[in-house]
């Protein structure tokens, strides 16, 4: 038979296996493992979910480059011709311009205000001197300030100036 007091041990070691083991210990490791794993999960998502956004955004972009339209050349008809002083004689500059778009509502925009934008870049052109528009950087120069008037007049008119890609001088001739 056994004592008394081995009943008692027994009896609370039967008790402490009714009752569960770790009870606010459990709990915590439980709240550690979900953030943990949470923490991870998200991490994961973070840095493989951006990939393929990048692609997307870089697929996109290549899908627009192939559906873009095809470049239209407007000629500003009939050429240039400006007279300008240098060192005592009259000097002509004859220059031929043509402006490239993709947009049609732009490439009728400027096509149906020719006057507007010949008056506008016969100002420019014959306000020059001699000495500046000889060299490469001047030429440049003109032709930057010419198609910025432009691109001004297109956005007066309520088109984009965005799509007035370029202005090139295709002859340019001085005397």
Avoid: H
């Avoid at 899908?63 to 008809?77: M, Q, R, S, T, V």
């Amino acid at each position: 038979m056994a004592t008394e007091a081995e009943q008692v041990d027994g009896e609370e070691g039967a008790e402490g296996a009714k009752q569960p083991k770790g009870g606010k210990k459990g709990l915590i490791i439980g709240l550690v493992l979900l953030l943990v794993l949470g923490g991870g999960g998200f991490a994961g998502w973070k840095f493989f979910g951006a990939k393929p956004a990048d692609g997307d955004a870089k697929a996109k972009a290549e899908a627009e480059e192939k559906n873009k339209l095809p470049p239209k050349y407007i000629n500003i008809d009939p050429p240039f011709v400006v007279n300008f002083e240098a060192a005592s004689m009259v000097r002509f500059l004859q220059v031929t311009i043509s402006v490239m778009t993709r947009d049609p509502a732009t490439e009728t925009l400027i096509k149906d205000n020719d006057p507007r934008v010949r008056n506008d870049l016969l100002m420019i052109l014959g306000n020059q001197a001699y000495e500046s528009v000889s060299t490469a950087e001047g030429k440049e120069g003109l032709r930057k300030r010419c198609l910025e008037s432009l691109r001004s007049i297109v956005k007066d008119l309520g088109g984009d100036p965005k799509k007035v890609e370029a202005l090139l001088f295709t002859s340019f001739v001085m005397q």
